[in-house]
């Protein structure tokens, strides 16, 4: 029995020396830029102490978000408890805004997990316009929401300040292209990551594994 403790603690020590390895060999430039100055984050308690933050910046108007979406959400499903995750519309040109409020439109109304794959479908296969406020309501009413509570949602003051929100961090996230991630407030994926989508979403992996490091978690 003794000496099976000891082949599972030397097992353990063995992988947490490789974990802390894999961490290290993360380089600023190459794997990771750093978003400067760090942003404070969501950072709600756990039992293990502080949430790690992930950001997702994306355009429902973007090509590669589109793609990577169907990869983003089973990675969601396997984050560990304490990982925060968050998507996050940005506005790079005025045609962008209209499609990032649906966004936030769709999750006050509590309907983002229905219709939040069937708004990239619908821009990006079915060759809707949703870059203005009619064309986004009248897609909404198609999808069985009512027009009025849809449409005061959208112009709703919480709506309007949550892009506002949304341009401001853009900015303060030094966001330039999407897909962007950005980990516990400082770490930004870089432009180009190996391994397409599958291995943009292991870099994402990496920066939290050292995030929480630093955090001093196990």
Known sequence: MLKLRTLITLAGLALAFAGGNAVAELKQGRDYDLVNPPQATEKGNTLGGIKIEVIEFFSYMCPHCDQIDPVVSQWQKTLAKDVVFHRMPVVF??????????????????????????????????????????????????????????????????????????????????????????????????????????????????????????????
């Open 93 to 218: 040109r005025p045609q962008w805004e209209a499609p990032a409020r649906l966004y936030y439109t769709l999750e006050a109304m509590g309907e983002l997990e229905k219709l939040h794959p069937a708004a990239f479908a619908a821009i990006h296969r079915e060759n809707t316009n949703l870059m203005n406020d009619a064309g986004v309501i009248d897609w909404a009413v198609k999808k069985g929401l009512d027009r009025k509570r849809f449409s005061d949602t959208f112009n709703s003051f919480g709506v309007m300040s949550k892009i506002q929100g949304s341009k401001q961090k853009q900015g303060a996230y030094g966001i330039s292209g999407v897909p962007s991630f950005v980990v516990a407030g400082k770490y930004r994926n870089p432009e180009n990551v190996p391994g397409g989508y599958e291995g943009l979403i292991k870099r994402v992996d990496e920066l939290i594994a050292k995030a929480r490091v630093e955090q001093g978690k196990k």
